[in-house]
């Protein structure tokens, strides 16, 4: 006699998966690990909004007699509608520029950011009309395990044209140290859209969008144009030579471009190299935060700390990948003659858009491998009349001398 078994298999039952909301936003707002993201971040919402400006201000006001630290982010895009304020800026996962093949976000985790905050107030004017939202202490609620409180109306149009403003106050625990001009013009210039390769390959939509400027320490706003800063060609090593003598190599320039370049093994994958080998005193010419050696109270930093080659998505360096050329030049620092990217839009990146982790692995080793032929490629063109040249010019000079 056969006994029934309650744990017999029987039919399936469906299994919901279940998400721990608070826990993933707070994951999310603390993935960002530099403050200044949340400049990348605006710079980003409002180029994908169609803006043709955003003005980014940093100021200390007084609230319930506490010092506060306010930002202030202006932009003349599309604006929001009530259900995207709702649903995107406030959720979690959802953008609405997932689907468009020339949008920067995409995973509906960039406004997060403002959330490390005590409170982020929000007007908004779309087509459909204005729409005001506003949120107190989702920084202290979501360290609580609790959901931040978001609220929303419909108000009164209040701009004659669409756009959105948001202010954050009490933005990263009111610590400012960060927030001077120097400082975030060269992280915007380096690390957001606005900094972007793309002019170099011919790429124009983004050109007239410019960021208005104001920190702490500046009075007035600055405009701050488009485009990653590169230097003009200066590689006629006689006449360096001829004009500067025993410092010629360090004024020389040469600009290596490689456009839609495809992977063999992944005929899919297509990416743009820009390389451009630079002296130091070129560096120095138009990166004013180049110094002798690291000054953190400024914000300066030696050329070893930001020179060589560097990944990019959307043209906006991601991740700086000076293993990748590995026997470039000679000694250990030759890295640093370079100022270069290569972007590729099949990488794939972290939810905080810090690192290129995500991507396929097979990918980056033909990437790689793809980028030293390159490499080895400018380093024989430096041999045959290039700066290494003009180095062996120079050496001779001081011998004689």
């Known amino acids: 006699m056969t006994l029934a078994n309650d ?6 039952e469906a299994v919901t998966p279940k998400v721990n909301s608070e826990a993933e936003f707070f994951e999310i707002v603390h993935d960002f690990g530099n403050p200044l993201e949340l400049v990348r971040e605006a710079i980003s919402n409002a180029v994908d909004a169609h803006a043709t400006c955003v003005r980014i201000s940093f100021g200390v006001e007084t609230i319930d007699g ?17 259900e995207v304020l709702s649903r995107d800026f406030w959720g979690l996962g959802y953008s609405q520029f997932r689907d468009r093949s020339d949008a920067i976000g995409e995973k509906g985790h960039g406004t997060k950011i403002y959330l ?5 107030i929000v007007r908004t004017q779309c087509a459909k009309g204005a729409y005001e939202s506003e949120c107190d202490r989702p920084l202290s609620d979501l360290t609580a395990n609790k959901l931040h409180k978001p609220r929303i109306r419909q108000i009164e149009r209040f701009m004659d044209h669409t756009g959105t403003e948001i202010k954050i106050v009490g933005y990263n625990d009111n610590e400012r140290s960060k927030f001077i001009q120097d400082v975030v013009r060269d992280y915007i210039l380096w690390f957001t859209k606005v900094g972007s390769i793309e002019h170099v390959f011919g790429v124009t939509k983004h050109n007239s969008f410019k960021v208005r400027l104001k920190c702490l320490d500046q009075e007035e706003f600055q405009d701050i144009g488009f485009g990653h800063p590169f230097p003009k ?4 090593i006689d006449k360096l030579f001829s004009e500067k003598g025993a410092s010629a190599a360090d004024f020389y320039v040469r600009r290596y471009i490689w456009k839609a370049e495809r992977l063999s093994k992944h ?3 297509t990416f743009d190299v820009v390389i451009s080998v630079e002296g130091d005193q070129v560096k120095r ?6 110094g002798e050696r690291r000054r953190l109270d400024t914000g300066r930093y030696r050329v070893s700390d930001r020179y060589g080659l560097w990944l990019c998505k959307d043209y906006i360096p991601i991740n700086r990948v000076n293993e990748w050329i590995s026997g470039f030049g000679s000694g250990s620092n030759a890295f640093v003659l370079l100022h270069g990217f290569v972007n590729c839009q099949s990488l794939k990146l972290t939810a905080n858009r810090g690192d290129i982790a995500n991507t396929d692995p097979l990918i ?3 990437l790689r491998s ?8 400018i380093d024989r063109d430096l041999t045959d009349k290039g700066i290494y040249t003009l180095r062996e010019w120079q050496e001779e000079n001081r011998t004689l001398q």
Do not use: C, H
């Open 267 to 269: 005929p899919e994958v």
């Open 364 to 366: 980056l080793d033909e």
């Open 285 to 290: 010419s138009y990166n004013p935060l180049v």
């Open 7 to 12: 744990n017999a298999p029987n039919t399936w």
């Open 370 to 377: 793809k980028v030293k032929e390159f490499i080895d490629r």
């Open 116 to 120: 490390r905050s005590e409170s982020v």
């Open 233 to 236: 060609d200066n590689s006629d």
């Open 66 to 82: 506490n010092k506060r630290l306010v930002v202030t982010l202006v932009d003349d895009g599309d604006g929001m509608t009530q």
